[in-house]
């Protein structure tokens, strides 16, 4: 729920702002006097303030500026019975949003009240798609059982607020399909707020997920607003939250339960309405019996419950995740796009274990891209690139020889097919096989045609 901090001296103007904001779905904090709209502002994570210029005490125009110093995201609309167009551009330099003059037209309050807010969405929406993009979070799309499995799921628990637990090893992509969620979610116009728990020291991990006041502890110079309410109306992702501290596990369970919480140093609950995705690479029930993780808290994260295969369980996808990654760098880098040999094909797809998982594999192809001076990736450069290689080589002992080789070839032609675009002729032609040979493959190996 948005928050709108109206101050004004005026009661009847205060009541009526109240009232009519409410109405739309608001909640609404009341200040008759600067220094108490200053107060408010610093215990409460406001969203839009409604800000009388002829105030007791501290005037509007001080207050604006100390808000703005302060809180860079917070959406200051001036009020006053006193407008002139001077004093609307000092405002809106000093960084008003908009200036309204009394008496005040209802209808046009709510407007603007409605737009400051989608502005501070779209702000955030904006960092949010910068970071996106910055960090290639994608889904590839695979042919592999466990793959289409994965989708179907997804399809089908992304429209609801059911919480989702993603389980896998680390480079699986749980990320890309927490993303991949709320984007297909009726959130998703709204911020998607990553948490890594590893990486933050659990001494501060109360003061990100929840945010803190103003002099909570040393250090803190101004109000922070926390992860959950950043990703209020949104979704909340929590990767690696067998990281978290029990303390902190208690206190995101409250969160989970009554949908409110208190920033650090402050004792006004603030009511978010939020979805929780949260995922680890750890087995959570052997952490529940060492006393690691909160079983009341596993639980209520674990309502659809999502595990993402390793790569070298679903090996069909890898000549699909080798091509968009060859394709992808190529244009990334603006560089000629390279193309892999039989051999060293054969040892991505067939030999190699991948212990990194998807990021290890996008890593080498972008590794490969720069580094490969000539137009072909050799076995060699694939060797040179990957150390240790021979502490992850795969032998499936669970089929023959002539399943291995067919699945082999099967996933070849695949690769082919796709590079041209399912088209027979040219695939015959860079198989180096007659059109007609390519079709009873195609037919005998089960592959299907896209179009």
Known sequence: MKTVLVVDDEKHIRETLKDVLEDEGYEVLLADNGKRGLEILEGNMIDVVLLDLWLPEIGGMEVLNRAREQYSDLQVIIISGHGTIETAVRATKMGAFD??????????????????????????????????????????????????????????????????????????????????????????????????????????????????????????VKNKRGKFKLADTGTIFLDEIADMSLEAQSKVLRVLEEMQFEQVGGVTPIKIDVRVIAATNKDLVAEIKKGGFREDLYYRLNVVPIHIQPLRERREDIPQLIEYYLDYFAKEYNKKRKSISDEAFRFLHSVYGWPGNIRELKNLMERLSILTRGEIISFQDVRNNIPHHGDHLIIDRSISLKEAKENFEK?????????????????????????????????????????
């Open 99 to 220: 200036f309204i003059e009394k008496p005040l037209s209802l209808e046009r309050v709510i407007n603007l009240v409605d737009h400051a807010v989608k502005i501070n969405s779209l702000q955030k929406e904006n960092i949010e798609l910068r970071e996106k993009s910055q960090k290639n979070y994608f889904m590839v799309k695979g042919v592999s059982k466990a793959f289409k499995e994965t989708e179907s799921i997804i399809d089908r628990c992304a429209e609801s607020n059911s919480r989702v637990f993603l389980t896998g090893e680390n480079g699986t992509g749980k990320e890309v399909i927490a993303r991949k969620i709320h984007e297909k979610s009726s959130r998703k116009n709204a911020p998607f707020i990553p948490v890594n728990c590893a990486a933050i020291p659990q001494t501060l991990i109360e003061a990100e997920l929840f945010g803190y006041e103003k002099g909570a502890f040393t250090g803190a």
């Open 411 to 451: 996933n070849f032609i695949i690769s082919a097919l796709r590079r041209n675009a399912f088209n027979i002729t040219k695939s015959a032609g860079e198989l180096k096989i007659e059109r007609s040979n390519l079709y009873k493959l195609v037919k005998r190996l089960g592959i299907e045609i896209e179009k």
